[in-house]
Structure formats: structure tokens, C-alpha cells
């Protein structure tokens, strides 16, 4: 099957990345969102970073509003009858995201390939509950945005599956790697999560302030600080990650009592205006 149509569910930061990346790419879009209010603030974005590449000379203004043609917006999925291969960008939520390929398996044509950008969850779980395990992938993009991809096979993912993941990847002009086991993390989570965990030691411990360790951080081999990286991703997120990785992989996994006590004062974040930082 040769992909035409995306579709991207979530129009979040994340989601209305991964569409405009989708669209500069050659590939109609069909991105949606239940709440019609980010529906406008993603075209805005969209429409916002490409005035920016028009203004670099990276893209010409006829690219960028073809660009934007491409882009269908919806907060219904009536259109997601057409879409060959689809994204979910839900929030990261096991619950949420299992209701949402419920609801795919039902909405799309039965040759559609269903992946989800999730950075904790079990892909075979998620594939479960469709009638199309082998084509359900794991296809988690970043934030802060980077080149990476991470490609998960679940259990029952099809070699056909993948390889038409990887090819939308490299069309999308992203670096793909492919993780050969379903497990929680996957590549870069699993191995920099206990990253955070340390750095949360640290601080509690009293070895040294946020600031210092994120600027050591920074200052050998990273290019973002613990506490920074954890207020973008949002500590509540990352305290339902941790969660799901201690349900997993055993209690040195647990969520750390500052993280929780920030949680609790409503401290949620960069999305908020104030997390381990003000902002």
C-alpha cells in the first residue's frame, strides 16, 4: 500500500509537529483534535513556523502555502476513512490511549496502519484491542523536537508494518531507530529515565542545588539539564511513567517523594508556568 494520507490524532505541540512535518513532506494531513480551540492554536503554530522558514529562505512562500493545503483539521473522525497510516498523539495516558485505538480499529479501513508515539506503553497491549495487530507500531517522535524516531514492533507487528513506518520516517526526514522488544522506555527513556532518578537523589540528598546539577549536566554531555527536560515533558507525566516503569520493572523505579510533593502544589510544569522552575 503506497501511504498518501496521514492522519494525526492531537493537536498538541507534539501532534501539530509531527503534521507539519507530515505535510512539508508531500503527504496529505488529516490532523485532529476534539477541542476546536486547539485546532486554531496548531494552525497557528503551523502557519507561525513556516513564515519563519519562508523568512530563513528555507522554503519559499509558494512552498509554505502549499504546505498548508495539505492540511485538512477536523474534530470529528469522519475523514479518517481515507487515511492510509495514522499517528496518535494523545496524552500519555494507557487508559486514553487503549480507548483511542479502540476507536481507530473502528474508523479506519481495515488496510490502515494505526502507530502510536507513545514514550512509556506497551504496543502489543495497544495492538490488542484492535482487530489488526500486525499493523500497530510503535513510532515515538521527541520533545523538545529532534530528529529521532524510535520504531517498536509489538508482539504481532508485521515486517510490512515496519517497513512502511521506516519509509515514512525517512520521507519525514527523521533519524529512525528500530527497538527489536516491546519493553517499557523502549531506547532513549529506559536508559536516561534513571538519569532523572539520580538527579532527583541528588537534589534530595542535598549534594546540590537543581541548578548545578542541570548545568554539570549541560556542561559535560547533554544538551539539556534533568530538572529542565522534566518540566517540558511535565511532571505529571513523568510521575505516570514512572509509575508504569515500577508496575514493570520493579520499585527503583518509583516516582521520588519532590517529584510528588511538586506534583501535589500543582507544579505541573513549563505547560503550567511553574515546575522544578518558575517560568
Not at 154 to 159: L, M, V
Request: hydrophobic share 45%; charged share 20%; glycine share 6%.
Amino acid at each position: 500500500m503506497e501511504i498518501k494520507t496521514i492522519g494525526v490524532v492531537g493537536a498538541g505541540k507534539m501532534g501539530n509537529g509531527i503534521a507539519l512535518s507530515a505535510a512539508m513532506a508531500g503527504y496529505q494531513v488529516v490532523l485532529q483534535n476534539r477541542t476546536a480551540a486547539n485546532l486554531v492554536k496548531a494552525k497557528n503554530s503551523m502557519e507561525n513556523q513556516l513564515q519563519k522558514l519562508v523568512q530563513k529562505n528555507v522554503v519559499t512562500a509558494e512552498e509554505s502555502a502549499a504546505t498548508m493545503a495539505r492540511v485538512q483539521m477536523t474534530s470529528t473522525f469522519e475523514k479518517f476513512d481515507a487515511v492510509d497510516f495514522v499517528i496518535e498523539v494523545v496524552a500519555e495516558s494507557l487508559d486514553l490511549k487503549t480507548a483511542m485505538f479502540i476507536q481507530l480499529d473502528t474508523m479506519c479501513k481495515k488496510e490502515a496502519i494505526l502507530v502510536s508515539s507513545t514514550s512509556t506503553f506497551s504496543i502489543t497491549a495497544l495492538a490488542a484491542v484492535t482487530q489488526r495487530p500486525p499493523q500497530v507500531a510503535g513510532m515515538h517522535f521527541f520533545i523538545p523536537p529532534t530528529k529521532l524516531v524510535e520504531l517498536t514492533r509489538g508482539y504481532y507487528t508485521s515486517d510490512e508494518t515496519v517497513n512502511q513506518a521506516k519509509a515514512v520516517a525517512k520521507q519525514m526526514d527523521r533519524v529512525c531507530v528500530e527497538v527489536k522488544k516491546d519493553s517499557p522506555g523502549f531506547i532513549a527513556n529506559r536508559i536516561y529515565t534513571p538519569l532523572f532518578l539520580e538527579a532527583f537523589k541528588a537534589y534530595e540528598e542535598g549534594l546540590a542545588s537543581k541548578e548545578d546539577i542541570d548545568l554539570a549536566m549541560k556542561s559535560s554531555y547533554l544538551p539539556i539539564g534533568p530538572f529542565e527536560l522534566a518540566d517540558i515533558i511535565g511532571l505529571d507525566v513523568l510521575k505516570s511513567s514512572l509509575e508504569y516503569y515500577q508496575s514493570e520493572l520493579g520499585p527503583s523505579w518509583s516516582p521520588p517523594l519532590s517529584l510528588k510533593q511538586l506534583i501535589r502544589a500543582g507544579r505541573l510544569g513549563k505547560k503550567v508556568g511553574k515546575g522544578w522552575y518558575d517560568y
